[in-house]
């Protein structure tokens, strides 16, 4: 037998092997070697006849389990009810609780449930079926049964802890006579972020505002200031409690999804945030969605046009010791050796500093006068370059590019920096960087392409540097003076109804919006709908990019390409 596997003590093994102990723990050996009949042999006769009650109850537990292996769900279900309310161990009729609780949530359809409500009327656990099957109703936007099994319930279960959700989920219902479809808006609009909270709420209000007069009618959005005082996890069960609420657009940061996926997997409600941007965040849960510019899209899209538009392939990185900077410099650096081109080196600095001469020295820049001297000893002594601070020669090398000779002197000498790569790439913020590019000039790195991300979106940043860069690039998921247009028509709509230009963020949420819109004017008029629809999103022709909705639940972009010559930011289409 390969039950002897099991850890079990001599003085058991040593047992005559007709007590039912014995059998029990065989069986319990057979169940876990997946041996599923001969577990039933043994726990069927521990069950019916063996002295120690509460081994008999354990035995009973297991059947229960034997029949949820087979999907007998309900003779699974009739077992471990009978655990539960006549045995008084606390130990067993809590493994038998779960149990059931699982099978309910997990593996019963609407028809099994419906089938098991005629069984059990009343009683254990008969409330959970009842609360299963209303959770159900409330999915589908099935009011009228909504109301009415909701309405027993209260009537059989007076004293049902649930009982007060119940109530409150059916007073929601009374204050939507009209039965509108409704989608719940989650964003800090008081406090500290209260500015980035209106950019959103804008965008989402231009969206609905736009519709048509019929449209409008179908659609209430139900607005929600995360900052205000009462807990995030109130809000989003509150809204998630109403069964007119099909999806909810927002929260605004990473860390407010995470707290909120406990709630939204147990009402199953769409979420879908414009702004959250935390690596691998809709992997949490199948109800989370997200139309963001993730610092994953943005090295991805500008690794894939430097090599594959640009036909660039070489880079060198000089990335900032923050968070921002780490994550950008890394996965840009994974994306461009995976299209085959090659990070010759990678540089750090600090975000404090305004000297980057030691990182520049790295890079394989070189002062003129040093630059002079090199060339001239290389010409007139053959004096090889070594490089300079530590070592950068690999980088670079001193190049003539005119001079006569006269008689063991050069006049009129000019000479240059030819450097062992295309491009740098930059992952900081326009004023840091609006600081470097002077300086790389100045040390003689000035004919390369410079790369960076959204951080670089800054008229300032044009205003500080854009003499000194000949070639740059850069990519954000908006562009407000973009010739798309519709963008253009974005642009004017958001000044005339707002008074002012309109950010990313509200690019990104007006997006999100009239994706969760269209789906309810589609025909997606409950959450498993709205979900399903937000699952099927493919190239949508946003106003923050073209975007599709992977099965993950993050958004792919093509995002906007940005130019920077003769002192210009001009979007590339």
């Avoid at 607005?223 to 989003?236: E, Q, R, Y």
């Amino acid at each position: 037998y390969e039950i002897y596997q099991c850890d079990w003590s001599s003085d058991v093994c040593s047992s005559d092997l007709s007590s039912g102990r014995v059998r029990y723990l065989m069986g319990e050996c057979h169940f876990e070697l997946g041996h599923y009949p001969e577990a039933v042999r043994l726990f069927r006769k521990v069950a019916g006849t063996h002295p120690d009650i509460k081994l008999r109850w354990k035995a009973l537990f297991y059947l229960g389990k034997l029949d949820e292996k087979k999907f007998d769900y309900s003779e699974a279900i009739d077992k471990l009810a009978r655990v539960y309310s006549q045995n008084e161990n606390r130990e067993i009729k809590n493994l038998a609780q779960g149990s059931i609780e699982k099978i309910i949530d997990e593996n019963l359809s609407k028809e099994n449930i419906i089938s098991l409500i005629r069984k059990y009327p009343s009683g254990y656990p008969a409330d959970l079926l009842f609360l299963k099957l209303i959770s159900i109703y409330r999915n589908q936007r099935d009011i009228a049964n909504f109301q009415a099994l909701s309405a027993d319930f209260i009537a059989k279960f007076p004293k049902h802890s649930a009982r007060p959700m119940v109530l409150k989920q059916l007073k929601f219902l009374e204050n939507n006579v009209e039965g509108k479809i409704r989608l719940g808006v989650v964003l800090p609009l008081t406090g500290k972020r209260a500015v980035v909270g209106q950019q959103v709420l804008q965008g989402i209000q231009l969206a609905l505002n736009q519709l048509g007069l019929s449209a409008k009618e179908k659609v209430e959005l139900v607005v929600k200031d995360s900052a205000g005082g009462t807990p995030l996890t109130g809000i989003i069960e509150d809204l998630a409690g109403d069964p007119n609420v099909a999806g909810i657009i927002g929260p605004v940061l990473s860390g407010e999804i995470k707290a909120i996926v406990p709630i939204v997997d147990k009402f199953q409600i769409p979420v879908f945030t414009p702004t959250a941007s935390s690596e691998g965040l809709p992997s949490l849960s199948p109800f989370i969605f997200r139309n963001a510019l993730t610092r994953e899209i943005q090295a991805r899209f500008l690794a894939q046009y430097s090599i594959n538009r640009l036909h660039l392939r070489r880079f060198a990185i000089l990335y900032p010791v923050e968070s921002y900077g780490i994550e950008l410099s890394k996965l840009f650096k994974n994306e461009v050796e995976s299209l085959g081109g090659e990070v010759v080196t990678t540089v750090a600095y600090e975000r404090k500093q305004t000297d980057f001469r030691t990182q520049i020295l790295e890079l394989g820049g070189v002062p003129d006068k040093q630059l002079e001297k090199l060339a001239r000893d290389n010409l007139l002594n053959g004096v090889a370059y070594e490089g300079v601070a530590g070592g950068a020669g690999n980088l670079s090398r001193p190049v003539v590019d005119m001079g006569h000779w006269n008689n063991d002197d050069i006049e009129n000498f000019k000479t240059s920096l030819e450097l062992n790569y295309d491009a740098i790439f930059i992952p900081g913020f326009y004023d840091k960087v609006g600081l470097i590019v002077p300086q790389l000039v100045f040390y003689n790195i000035d004919d390369v392409v410079l790369l960076g991300a959204n951080g670089w979106n800054s008229p300032k940043l044009v205003k500080n540097a854009g003499k000194y860069i000949k070639e740059g690039f850069f990519v954000d998921g908006f562009f407000a003076d973009s010739s798309r247009l519709g963008v253009q028509k974005f642009v004017a709509a958001f000044k005339t109804t707002f008074g002012k230009e309109p950010t990313l963020h509200s690019a990104q949420a007006y997006d999100s919006a009239n994706i969760m819109i269209q789906g309810i004017l589609e025909g997606a008029d409950n959450r498993n709908k709205i979900k399903e629809h937000l699952s099927g999103v493919k190239s949508y022709p946003g106003i923050s990019g073209t975007t599709t909705l992977l099965p993950s639940g993050d958004s792919e972009k093509k995002i906007f390409i940005l130019r920077i010559k003769n002192r210009k930011v001009r979007h590339i289409d």
